[in-house]
């Protein structure tokens, strides 16, 4: 008789083995061509700065302590969307994620953020607090 997988454990698994390597920024094969699609546990663990055996117990549904960052990490390497990511913190932890700090452009000169969306290599531009007020496509894509 088997028993049913956790929904951590499920959502984690469906979501890495979705998640084409050459997509995440870091990502570098260790070793040479790989012959399955996806991220391994150990890939998941290396990328986000944890022991596999920590990774695991994250993914097997283990109860532990998680924190918010590292919660973001495994979400930003996964791509998640905003309901994924909402299931994955709300799993793992019991609770909603806080909201996510979108840049804001409408206090920037609409002549800056043009040239920005223009530049074809990574392009931002930040305000005196640090916030990144507009990006352009390969900056959202290389930096997510």
């Known amino acids: 008789m088997t028993t049913a997988m956790?929904?951590?454990?499920?959502?984690l698994?469906?979501?890495?083995?979705?998640?084409?390597?050459?997509?995440?920024p870091g990502f570098t094969?260790?070793?040479?061509?790989?012959?399955?699609?996806?991220?391994?546990?150990?890939d998941m663990a290396l990328l986000t700065g944890m022991s596999e055996g920590w990774y695991r117990k994250?993914?097997?549904?283990?109860?532990a302590n998680y924190s918010d960052d590292v919660l973001e990490r495994v979400s930003r390497i996964l791509g998640?969307?905003?309901?994924?990511?909402?299931?994955?913190?709300?799993?793992?932890?019991?609770?909603?994620?806080?909201?996510?700090?979108?840049?804001?452009?409408?206090?920037?000169?609409p002549t800056i953020a043009a040239l920005?969306?223009?530049?074809?290599?990574?392009?931002?531009?930040?305000?005196?607090d640090w916030d990144i007020r507009v990006f352009n496509e390969p900056a959202g894509r290389d930096f997510p």
């Open 80 to 109: 998640l969307n905003e309901g994924e990511r909402t299931h994955l913190f709300y799993y793992a932890t019991g609770h909603e994620p806080a909201p996510l700090k979108r840049p804001d452009a409408s206090r920037l000169d």
């Open 116 to 128: 920005v969306h223009q530049q074809f290599w990574p392009a931002y531009t930040f305000g005196l």
């Open 6 to 11: 956790p929904p951590l454990t499920r959502m």
């Open 13 to 24: 698994r469906t979501w890495r083995q979705r998640r084409d390597p050459r997509a995440v």
């Open 29 to 42: 094969e260790r070793y040479g061509k790989r012959t399955r699609k996806g991220l391994t546990q150990l």
């Open 58 to 63: 994250l993914e097997t549904g283990v109860e």
